[in-house]
C-alpha cells in the first residue's frame, strides 16, 4: 500500500513539472497589475493546473499547500531561476512592500528582494537619531528597529523573510535592466528574471567633489547603517566636528554629537538653518536651542576646500571667506540624490531626477513599478508631480503600490506630504524636540506659542490652510490633517 501511494506521488509530480515546464515555454500571458508577463505561473494557473491533474488522476483535493509551495519553489530553481515578484532595493519601501505581499498570501515563494545592502530592510530615520546617541545613552541598534516596528508593525528581522518564504539576496547592487526580457543584471555578472518587479532604490547622498577633498578619510556621508557605523566609531575620539549642511541630516547629526560633548560647528550657504521649510523666525528660534546646547553656527558661508594632514586624513574645512576651521571629522549632509540611472537607460520615463509613475505607481513600462524617495508620482493634493524624501511617503506608497499590483486596490494615490524629525533625544537631555509638518510651506505664516516647548507654524494662501508646523505636537495634529486634506478656507 505504501509503495503504491508512493508511485502515485511519483506520477503526479512528474505531471506537475511537465506542466509547469509547459507553461514556462509557452510563455503564458498572466495578467497581473496591468503586467503581462511571461516568466512564471501564477498562482491562479497553477490552480487550474493542479484541479486538471487532480481530476484526472481521481483525486478528490488539491495538495496541500506547503507540498505546493515546495513545488513552486522546485520549479523557480530549475526554471531559470524565475521569480514572480522581485524588488530591486532594501530599504524602509522594500520592507512594508514585502508585509504588504505577506498580507495579501502572495509572498511565498513568488517574492524576491535584491538589496545592497548586508543586513535585512531597516527603518533608516534611525541612522541620524537614536543610533548616534553615545553609547552610555542607550543608542538604537538592530534588530531593534527593522521593518515595521516604526509604524507600530512586527520586526522584520532575517529570519522572518525566511519563515514567510522570501527570498532576500544581500550585497548585490543591480546595474541593468533589460525590459524586453525581463532581466535585471547585477554588479558581479548575474542575472536575475522577473515577473513583475517593483524599483525601490531610494537615493544616494550628495557628495562633495573629489577635488576639493570629498572623499578623504574622516569625511561622513550617512545613507545606511554601514555608514552610520563609521561615524559612531570616528565620534568616539573625536574633539572637534564640523558639519557641512543645515537641512535635517545637518541638524539631527549636530544634536547628537552635543549629547557626545563634541565640538561642533554648522555651516551652511543659506541664512538661516532649515531653509527649505522654516520660516526665518522659526529659524533662529532652534539656533538658538542649538546654541545652549555648545553647537555653532556659521551662516551664509560656501566651502572652498577640504584639507587633510600629513596621514591623509581631514584636519580642516576652508571657507571661501577665507576661514579655516579645524576639526577631527566631517559630517557631509547637503542632500540626496535618487538612484534611477540603470533603469532609466533601459528606457524608463523619469521626472525631477526620479522614475516617473503614475496614482498606482506603474511607470512607463508595463509590469514595472516604482516607490519610496525614487519615485515621482501625481501629488494629487497640489496638482503637480513630485518626489517625497521621507519614510512615511515610502512606507505608505510600499503598501499602495502592491496592492494595486495585486488588483487589490484601483484608486489613485493621495498623499499629503509628511516630514518629522525628533533632535536630542538622548538620556539627560534637558528638552527632547519632536517636529512634525504636513502639507506645503507657501503663503504666509502665521506663528502660534512660546516655544516652551509648544510651537506652531500655519502657512496660509489664498484663505487656504496650505502646511502647519508643530513642534511637541499631541492629538491636535490630527485636526491639522483633516483640514489640510479638505482644503476648507479659514
Known amino acids: 500500500m505504501i509503495r503504491g501511494q508512493h508511485l502515485e506521488s511519483q ?4 505531471k506537475l513539472r511537465m506542466a509547469m515546464t509547459s507553461i514556462s515555454q ?17 498562482t491562479f494557473v497553477m490552480r487550474d493546473v493542479f484541479r486538471s491533474l487532480a481530476s484526472q488522476l481521481h483525486l ?17 530553481t530549475f526554471a531559470n531561476e524565475n521569480r514572480e515578484f522581485v524588488i530591486v532595493g532594501g530599504g524602509n519601501a522594500a520592507g512594508y512592500a514585502a508585509r504588504t505581499f505577506v498580507e495579501n498570501g502572495m509572498a511565498d515563494g513568488k517574492l524576491c528582494i535584491v538589496s545592497k545592502e548586508s543586513v535585512a530592510p531597516y527603518e533608516r530615520p534611525a541612522l541620524t537619531k537614536a543610533y548616534l546617541s553615545p553609547l552610555d545613552k542607550k543608542p538604537a541598534r538592530l534588530p531593534g528597529f527593522h521593518t515595521c516596528v516604526g509604524s507600530g508593525g512586527e520586526r522584520q528581522t532575517p529570519e522572518w523573510y525566511k519563515d514567510k518564504g522570501i527570498e532576500v539576496i544581500y550585497g548585490t547592487t543591480v546595474t541593468g535592466l533589460d525590459i524586453s526580457t525581463q532581466t535585471l543584471a547585477t554588479a558581479s555578472g548575474s542575472r536575475l528574471k522577473y515577473g513583475s518587479l517593483i524599483i525601490a532604490t531610494g537615493c ?7 577635488k576639493i577633498g570629498g572623499s578623504l578619510p574622516g569625511v561622513h556621508y550617512i545613507r545606511d547603517v554601514a555608514d552610520a557605523d563609521l561615524l559612531v566609531s570616528s565620534m568616539q575620539s573625536a574633539k572637534k566636528l564640523v558639519i557641512i549642511g543645515g537641512g535635517y541630516i545637518g541638524m539631527e547629526v549636530a544634536a547628537a554629537a552635543a549629547g557626545w560633548k563634541i565640538d561642533t560647528t554648522v555651516i551652511f550657504p543659506e ?9 526665518a523666525t522659526l529659524g533662529r528660534k532652534y539656533e538658538e536651542l542649538y546654541e545652549e546646547n555648545g553647537v555653532k553656527f556659521f551662516k551664509s558661508a560656501f566651502v572652498k576646500r577640504l584639507v587633510a594632514g600629513t596621514d591623509g586624513r581631514v584636519t580642516a574645512v576652508q571657507l571661501e571667506n577665507g576661514s579655516t576651521l579645524d576639526t577631527d571629522m566631517v559630517v557631509v549632509g547637503i542632500g540626496a540624490k535618487p538612484v534611477s540611472t540603470p533603469f532609466a537607460e533601459a528606457g524608463l520615463k523619469t521626472h525631477a531626477g526620479g522614475i516617473q509613475v503614475d496614482g498606482q505607481f506603474r511607470t512607463s513600462s508595463p509590469g514595472i513599478f516604482s516607490i519610496g524617495d525614487v519615485a515621482a508620482f501625481p501629488l494629487k493634493i497640489y496638482g503637480r508631480t513630485a518626489r517625497v524624501e521621507h519614510v ?13 499590483l495585486l488588483n487589490i486596490r484601483t484608486d489613485p494615490y493621495d498623499y499629503l506630504p509628511y516630514f518629522y524629525s525628533r ?6 537631555s534637558s528638552r527632547k524636540v519632536w517636529w512634525q509638518f504636513y502639507g506645503d510651506n507657501v503663503g504666509e505664516t ?33 485636526d491639522c490633517y483633516m483640514f489640510q486634506k479638505t482644503r476648507n478656507r479659514i
Open 11 to 14: 506520477r503526479l509530480k512528474k
Open 26 to 42: 509557452g510563455c503564458l500571458g498572466l495578467k497581473r497589475g496591468g503586467s503581462m508577463c511571461c516568466t512564471e505561473p501564477s
Open 60 to 76: 478528490n483535493r488539491l495538495p496541500s499547500r506547503s507540498w505546493r509551495r515546495a513545488t513552486l519553489i522546485t520549479c523557480a
Open 204 to 210: 544616494s547622498a550628495s557628495r562633495l567633489p573629489d
Open 271 to 279: 541664512e538661516h538653518v532649515m531653509a527649505r521649510l522654516f520660516p
Open 392 to 404: 512615511d511617503h515610502a512606507r505608505k506608497s510600499a503598501q499602495h503600490c502592491v496592492n494595486a
Open 423 to 428: 533632535v536630542f533625544e538622548y538620556e539627560g
Open 446 to 478: 502665521i506663528e502660534v506659542g512660546d516655544f516652551s516647548p509648544k510651537y506652531a507654524t500655519f502657512w496660509l494662501e489664498s484663505g487656504k490652510l496650505k502646511g502647519v508646523f508643530l513642534e511637541s505636537g499631541s492629538s491636535e495634529y490630527k
